[in-house]
């Protein structure tokens, strides 16, 4: 793997020279730097949703009711870059999907274009992909890309088939999603040895928290620089999945921070364990996540530093909560005018808390709505 010390622009796809690194110190996803910088919470982070056409259909995919066969017109770029001119604290753009790099002319018209203005920006940028398509797709994008941000929760080919293949609808035979599978892979080996950031996400579920060394381990073999790990909570297109307890995803964690490579950056996100909590293991639990080598928890963004815009209505979204309508639209609003309103609101205000010691800015509302109805952050304070 190209571990975290290997040097930058060794490799087509390394970032620019003097450019600071991503690293367990530098994230600037993370919302506690806007916090910490400005003082209150800031928008710094849009994220784009710029297909929802997908080539898989994952059973955990949190926008799977979305995904379509076809699709309307995006919105025009210039309306776009008007509004991302127009975001004063502007550091980093997300692209998202569907599967971005599923339509040669969305990888043309919308992913090129905006990693370009990104990079003549100094924005960093990452793109979620399932890299599951021809690798000339990388290729282009690579050079402008920042992170390349994929899901891994498999063991083997089979997992991948289970997984992904759930909802298809229809047949798809497992020789074909083998190849796939291997295509994944191999391509994830070949951004991460041309020096792309890749960044492997896995998701501690019913399927995964027995066997997350082992994904662990094979992240590692692709030479991802970063494995990051979030709980699943069922959306609504993966309702039906069963839930794990709190106590296995304490479980998978602490099974992580046991057997993972030290110098491999490891990032939790959306844990259910505060420093503010009641239970003494929880909170050593944290305090060890705080304490290890190239361990980060990253606050969750949404809701926080981001907002989305949905590429083809132009709504913003500011969270993926569901009962959170879109707060604005980019055809008549500024995304700092529709942050503000959103800042103000008493849905956020109920989780608004931070204490610095944990570096710490209270639950996603998922998290809170999940395990905490009825607990006011506000008026917790971390016990490190
Ligand atoms: S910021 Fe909120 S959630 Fe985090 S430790 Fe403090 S009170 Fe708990």
């Known amino acids: 793997m190209h571990a975290l010390t290997q040097p930058a622009a060794t490799a087509p796809y390394a970032p620019p020279t003097g450019w600071t690194r991503l690293s367990p110190t530098y994230d600037p996803w993370d919302p506690i730097r806007s916090l910490q910088r400005y003082g209150r919470h800031e928008l710094t982070s849009v994220e784009l949703t710029v297909t929802h056409l997908c080539n ?26 008007k509004r991302l001119d127009e975001v004063q604290r502007l550091e980093t753009i997300s692209m998202t999907g569907g599967e971005p790099t599923f339509s040669m002319d969305t990888v043309r018209n919308i992913l090129l274009p905006v990693l370009k203005y990104a990079r003549e920006r100094g924005i960093r940028t990452q793109l979620n992909s399932n890299v599951t398509m021809d690798f000339e797709r990388y290729e282009l994008i690579a050079p402008f890309l920042d992170v390349m941000h994929i899901s891994f929760n498999y063991t083997q080919a089979e997992d991948f088939h289970q997984i992904g293949f759930a909802r298809t609808g229809r047949n798809v035979r497992p020789e074909t999603t083998s190849k796939m599978y291997e295509r994944m892979v191999d391509n994830a080996r070949k951004l991460s040895q041309g020096g792309l950031f890749v960044s492997a996400e896995s998701m501690i579920n019913y399927r995964t928290h027995r066997s997350i060394a082992e994904i662990h381990r094979l992240i590692e073999e692709m030479g991802c620089v970063r494995h990051e790990v979030h709980p699943m909570y069922p959306s609504s297109f993966a309702s039906g999945l069963p839930a794990i307890t709190r106590g296995e995803m304490f479980e998978a964690v602490e099974t992580l ?27 050593r639990l944290v305090r060890r996540l705080r304490e290890s080598k190239n361990v980060t928890v990253r606050n969750d963004p949404d809701g926080r530093n981001r907002v989305n815009v949905n590429m083809f209505s132009g709504d913003v979204y500011v969270t993926d909560f569901a009962s959170v309508p879109p707060f604005g639209n980019v055809r008549g609003e500024k995304l700092d005018d529709v942050f503000a309103k959103w800042r103000d609101h008493p849905m956020q205000q109920a989780v608004n808390c931070h204490c610095e010691t944990a570096s710490c800015c209270g639950p996603n509302l998922l998290v809170a709505d999940m395990y905490y109805r009825g607990t006011d952050f506000t008026v917790r304070k971390a016990g490190l």
């Open 257 to 283: 921070l046991d057997v993972r490579n030290p110098e491999m950056w490891m990032l939790f996100g959306t844990l259910p364990f505060f420093a503010c909590s009641e239970d003494e293991e929880e909170r």
């Open 56 to 81: 898989m259909r994952c059973e955990h995919c949190a926008v799977g009711d979305s995904l379509t066969m076809r699709e309307a017109p995006h919105i025009p770029l210039d309306l776009l870059f």
